[in-house]
């Protein structure tokens, strides 16, 4: 339609700031992370070879480049302390999503089996937490899981426990943290796959004879795997990166990568490095996130 | 209505139930807490608003509220300006040079680490030599909530009739008339839902704002993070229950907003 063509225009414009704007503040921004990750450190304000003397024009640039070395991600591949983090990222974001799973999966299949007129209200009261303060509900469990706070309060009142137990700095807390805060990513995709599921399907396997329990493992778990893979990176790919999270509830012991990156930036002020190792961090999400693309693109082209 | 295999089983109950509890039992809570007398967090001391004066007595702790507030206020408004743009030249603008790139672009910071946003932006600051403060920390939460405002629009806008411009068009509005007077009311709810959630991340960020920002020039969620790492004090469950109210207040007054303007009675989604 010709309307169509005439309106195309206008909306293009449209683009030019907002494009600008992520051109100057995501892509400029990490091209120098990039190149600081590729350059040498020096004991200096600021603590790193300066990228470009944009003074001197293209011949220091080109300059520049050449000088570039890959001393930096050398050290990251030689250096414990980074294998380490990188591995402990892995396996935190591993285990974490296993554990929303198994939690996420029966609250989004129970949201799902509510009344019709029930359900919206129910996925209301999942997102709300999700607008709240991110930091108050972290913080919300400090209190809670405190030497004195009401966990071992109510443990003791119970005589569950004898002594009151050590929760907070531990690695239980940043799961029950980490698991608390990334919930309702884990229940909106499987809510949204298990509510669309068919129930004459249920019924058709009931008549042929399966148990609830067959049915459930045999029809509507198979048929709910996009949502499960869906909630499940869209938990495990942030989680890699956490940094709040295991800095104010887990132990002083071994780090996260975020964490090594930003004691790296601030405490030891070794930038090359820090940029470094957050390009690194990056590469490591690129096959987990092409995955969850590829899953979204696949959902829209079955709902078009 | 409801068949034999759709029914609410007990098991499905307890764990919606559960599921409830664990998701709000903490914040319930935390406010209870927060009027609670006595200096030591944990030992009940009676009903009281006395770390809501130690609040408003604090210095510090207000000015850096305060710096929240704008911060928050203006990262949120361009963000909603440059986002709503963004979709509309996505949605609308069908193909142009660089398109993918530039939805890559955008797609990106939902998905990246803080961390890296946060240190990206700091280096480029550091080489345009910038003062770190107020704007740089705006600037930053710009480009970050952006990003949330173009998803919200995107969605609200791609599920809209396109004839409806089309017959505005024919009846002999240009192409911007159109867009002002018929998609524009149209896309308000989204428009209003992506405003808050800027609002309310730029609210909530410690990791970006920690690198951008220089010194003595925090955010509340800077102030809070060292308070909590240096221990719990009473004084913190007072200004998180605040931080709670007021997010709750935009949440119900956006979501009334999105029902008054929305036409077909349809309320929009609040993500």
Redesign the interface.
């Known amino acids: ?1 010709s ?2 063509r ?14 600008l ?3 100057l ?6 091209g ?2 990039l190149k ?1 990750g590729l350059s040498q450190t020096a004991i200096a304000q ?1 603590p790193y070879v300066p ?1 470009f003397d944009f003074t001197e024009g293209w011949t220091a640039i080109k300059e520049a480049f050449g000088q570039l070395s890959f001393d930096n991600f050398r050290l990251l591949t030689s250096d414990s302390l980074y294998i380490s983090s990188y591995l402990r990222s892995l396996v935190v974001a591993v285990t974490s999503t296993l554990i929303l799973l198994l ?1 996420g999966y ?2 989004a ?3 799902a ?3 019709q007129r029930w359900q919206p209200i ?1 996925m ?14 972290i ?6 899981l ?1 030497h ?3 966990l071992n ?1 109510v443990l003791l009142a119970l005589h569950l426990v004898s002594a009151p137990v050590v929760w907070l700095s531990t690695d239980t807390a940043m799961y029950i943290g980490i698991v ?1 805060s990334y ?2 990513f884990m ?1 909106l995709p499987l809510y949204a796959t298990l509510s669309k599921l068919d ?1 004459s399907l ?2 058709a396997a ?1 008549d042929l004879g399966a148990s ?1 329990l067959q ?1 459930f493992w045999l029809v509507t778990f198979p048929l709910s795997l996009p949502g499960v893979c869906a909630g499940a990176l869209l938990c495990f ?2 989680i ?5 999270i295991p ?2 509830l887990a132990g002083s012991g071994s780090m996260m990568i ?1 964490q090594t ?2 004691l790296e ?1 601030f405490t030891n002020k070794d ?1 090359p490095v ?2 470094a190792a ?1 390009v690194a ?2 590469v490591l ?1 690129v096959p987990p ?1 092409l995955l ?1 693309d590829r899953l979204q693109r696949r959902t829209l082209a079955e709902g078009a | 209505m409801a068949s034999k295999v759709n029914r609410l089983s007990r098991f499905n109950i307890t764990a919606l139930a559960l599921g409830m509890a664990f998701l709000y039992l903490p914040i319930v809570i935390l406010v209870i807490y927060s009027f609670n007398a006595s200096r030591l967090v944990t030992v009940w001391g009676g009903w009281s608003l006395r770390w809501y004066y130690e609040f408003f007595n604090d210095r510090a702790m207000l000015d850096a509220a305060w710096m929240s507030l704008r911060v928050a206020a203006l990262s949120a408004t361009v963000a909603t300006l440059l986002g709503t743009l963004a979709a509309v030249g996505l949605v609308r603008g069908e193909r142009f040079r660089g398109r993918a790139l530039f939805s890559g672009m955008l797609y990106a910071p939902l998905v990246m680490p803080e961390v890296i946003s946060g240190l990206s932006l700091l280096l480029l600051f550091v080489a345009l030599n910038a003062e770190r403060g107020f704007w740089t920390v705006t600037i930053a939460h710009t480009t970050l909530t952006m990003c949330f405002v173009t998803v919200v629009v995107q969605s609200r806008l791609a599920s809209l009739d396109r004839s409806l411009e089309e017959a505005a068009m024919d009846l002999g509005c240009d192409p911007v008339q159109a867009f002002l007077r018929v998609t524009l009311p149209l896309i308000v709810p989204a428009i209003v839902a992506g405003w808050m959630l800027a609002f309310t991340l730029s609210l909530d960020d410690v990791v970006i704002a920690s690198f951008t920002t220089g010194p003595g020039s925090a955010t509340l969620p800077i102030r809070i993070y060292s308070e909590v790492r240096l221990g719990v004090k009473p004084e913190i469950n007072a200004i998180c229950t605040m931080v709670i109210a007021l997010i709750a207040v935009v949440i119900v007054i956006a979501s009334l907003a999105s029902k008054l303007s929305s036409s077909e009675g349809k309320s929009a989604a609040p993500l």
């Open positions: 339609m309307a169509r005439i309106f195309a225009q206008p909306a293009r414009y449209a683009a030019i700031a907002p494009y704007w992520m051109v503040f995501f892509l400029v921004p990490f120098f992370v600081i600021p990228v939690i029966p609250i299949y129970g949201m089996r509510l009344p129910a209301m009261l999942v997102i709300v937490p999700f607008w709240t303060s991110f930091l108050i509900r913080y919300a469990w400090v209190n809670i405190q004195d706070g009401l309060q608390y919930l309702p229940i129930a249920l019924e009931a609830p049915a790919i942030p890699i990166g956490e940094f709040v800095d104010l975020g990156l930003w930036f930038w820090a940029a957050a961090l990056l999400l996130l969850y």
